[in-house]
């Protein structure tokens, strides 16, 4: 039996090579969830982890740490302009 990190992996490996986007807008990480029998919860898991793979190749921690630099960043833009 596989453990869940590597099912949530391998689930999202496909959903990459699907061309799935966290947001699942084209419904292909629900797809692959549901074909295994999984629900929200598994969903939930591979959408966060397409965001924090994509944030990694844009050179960040994860998608925390990115969402957490544009703030910062809109902050200081703010602080400028008032």
Do not use: P
């Amino acid at each position: 039996m596989i453990s869940t990190e590597e099912a949530i992996r391998l689930m999202v490996d496909e959903a990459e090579r699907q061309s799935a986007d966290s947001n699942d807008c084209k419904g292909i990480v629900r797809d692959i969830v549901t074909a295994h029998g999984l629900g929200f919860n598994a969903w939930f898991c591979v959408c966060v982890d397409l965001a924090n793979r994509a944030a990694r190749r844009q050179g960040f921690a994860s998608e925390v740490d990115r969402a957490y630099k544009a703030a910062q960043t809109e902050i200081e833009k703010r602080k400028v302009t008032i």
